[in-house]
């Protein structure tokens, strides 16, 4: 009986992790689902619909697993950020088919379990292009929390995976100590969850900052002096060494220097389960793009091409045209790059970023999507009151969600620096398998979800990044004026085109909730832990207790 498919792509070079096939393989799809990938003759006249790829890349679709919408500690009147529906709109558009957005503990709530509630009603009460899931950000872990709800969460919400600040190690409002680190990092191994690690210090940050106010240095160009790489480095080497005492897998995310790139490669070299995360900002742009007056990110390249791996030319300057350098409100726009932890003022942690993303010791590329609006009260422009400039008010974040794939693909892949195996491993499937999403996401085989896009050609465009074709909801974009030369011609969600470039874009296909499982990554069985030897000495003196 013959087959008839719902859709069917053919004429292209299907990338996966470790392979590129040539164009006479096409992909099946019927229903939601991949049935079909093999090569030999397409069957277009059993297919309702046909996408021809026309020789270009064919990937799996885009996983974001770090992306900021709605959340708890803005209140909705003062959010400029992206909504549900604004930012899944801008993903897909982008080629990312699945984000896992987080749903964030404030110090006053006692149990997660209303706060996932609440943020699943977020994301459903207008819908969402792209499907999604949820990280817990930890700030009061209790004994209930880490006992009873973590558990719940993982089996019954499908939540595998938490941040916290050492969980996080910055932000007064969000920092763990180390012991509820460790106590923390206990729970996820023994449950096979996934840790996210902010790493920075925040008490070197708190003294710099000081100083800075001291010295009455506070406008926006400032903030790549309080948050120093050894702030970054101090906090990366001690999540390292708590995740080793208990042998818990963790992950760093937003990986920005060299000596915490350095630090993450020695962790794996030992066959520690550490794992890292970069974003775009952190391979295209210099601290100086926070100063007006300099085009492409200061660094004197004078724009050359994506294809020429010696010179790769970063982000052009957000400052508007003809900005007053000699005024604080010119040199206020550089608010637009303020993120955390800040963009570099040395082009060697660049470089060191892109030689971790080649070599492997990056295994996830995400977007830190966490936009605010520019020209709001509330937003970027927070930090400004009259000629007074404060960096420390002001919102930290960039918007790239839908930016993040096109910009990798272009430097990464189209110029030479890593394969299109490699973009597939940090962009689609070592983030599903890190994040429980393998049972599902990531790969192109039968059986998986039909989340798929299409590239153009090499060399078939040429163009630059505008916010005015941009999909999201805030007013700029930090890589406006950037050259890309490529970008999604396609993207299917679940086997439906949800955006189609060529013709009337985002199509409003209706993301979904993923229930994730436990991930195949850093759970391996691995030696005994320090604590467990402990208990196994404790056993074994209560054994002989016993007999005697």
Not at 20 to 41: E, L, R
Not at 306 to 327: H, I, V
Not at 464 to 476: A, F, G, P, R, S
């Amino acid at each position: 009986m013959t087959v008839v498919y719902d859709l069917i792509i053919h004429n292209g070079r299907i990338a996966s992790a470790s392979h590129v096939s040539d164009t006479s393989v096409w992909i099946g799809i019927c229903g939601d689902k991949i049935t079909t990938v093999q090569s030999g003759p397409t069957p277009i006249a059993s297919a309702r619909q046909v996408i021809d790829a026309r020789g270009g890349y064919i990937t799996p679709g885009g996983v974001d697993t770090h992306v900021h919408l709605q959340q708890l500690q803005v209140a909705p009147e003062d959010d400029t950020g992206d909504t549900f529906v604004s930012g899944t709109r801008s993903a897909i558009a982008g080629g990312t088919t699945t984000i896992v957005a987080f749903a964030n503990q404030q110090r006053h709530d006692e149990s997660l379990l209303p706060l996932v509630k609440e943020y699943h009603r977020r994301a459903g009460s207008g819908g969402t292009f792209t499907d999604y899931g949820f990280h817990m950000i930890l700030t009061k872990p209790s004994k209930k929390i880490l006992d009873e709800e973590l558990p719940h969460l993982v089996q019954n919400e499908g939540i595998t995976s938490i941040k916290a600040s050492r969980v996080y190690m910055t932000y007064e409002a969000r920092r763990v100590n180390d012991r509820d680190m460790l106590e923390i990092m206990l729970r996820t191994r023994k449950l096979g969850m996934t840790l996210m690690v902010h790493a920075e210090n925040d008490d070197m940050v708190q003294l710099v900052i000081d100083h800075l106010r001291e010295n009455e240095l506070t406008e926006p160009a400032h903030h790549a002096l309080a948050r120093t790489p050894l702030a970054e480095a101090e906090a990366t080497n001690r999540a390292i060494c708590l995740s080793n005492l208990v042998s818990a897998p963790i992950l760093i995310v937003h990986v920005s220097s060299a000596t915490s790139m350095a630090r993450i490669r020695h962790a794996q070299d030992e066959l520690q389960p550490i794992f890292a995360e970069t974003c775009p900002q952190y391979l295209l742009m210099l601290a100086n793009a926070m100063s007006p007056g300099h085009s492409h990110g200061g660094c004197g390249c004078g724009g050359a091409p994506p294809s020429d791996p010696e010179s790769l030319p970063l982000a052009p300057s957000n400052f508007s045209e003809g900005a007053d350098a000699s005024t604080v409100q010119g040199r206020y726009e550089g608010a637009k790059m303020v993120c955390s932890p800040p963009l570099r003022e040395d082009r060697s942690d660049l470089d060191a970023v892109w030689k971790g993303l080649a070599n492997g010791t990056v295994t996830t590329f995400s977007s830190d999507h966490c936009p605010s609006r520019y020209n709001h009260p509330k937003g970027k422009k927070k930090g400004l009151v009259g000629c007074e400039a404060d960096f420390t008010k002001i919102p930290n974040g960039l918007p790239g969600v839908e930016t993040r794939l096109p910009l990798l693909m272009t430097y990464g892949v189209e110029a030479g620096r890593i394969s299109i195996q490699r973009f597939v491993q940090v962009c689609c499937t070592q983030p599903a398998q890190l994040y429980g999403l393998q049972h599902r996401k990531g790969e192109i085989s039968p059986g998986m979800d039909a989340d798929i896009v299409v590239w153009y050609p090499e060399g078939e465009i040429d163009e630059v990044v505008t916010n005015e074709k941009l999909h999201h909801d805030i007013d700029y974009t930090p890589f406006e004026g950037t050259r890309v030369t490529n970008w999604p011609r396609y993207t299917v969600l679940r086997g439906k085109v949800a955006y189609d470039r060529e013709g009337q874009g985002v199509l409003g296909v209706k993301g979904e909730y993923v229930h994730r499982v436990k991930g195949t990554m850093g759970h391996e069985k691995r030696t005994e832990t320090h604590l467990e030897r402990i208990s196994r000495f404790g056993e074994a003196k209560r054994l002989v207790g016993t007999r005697s």
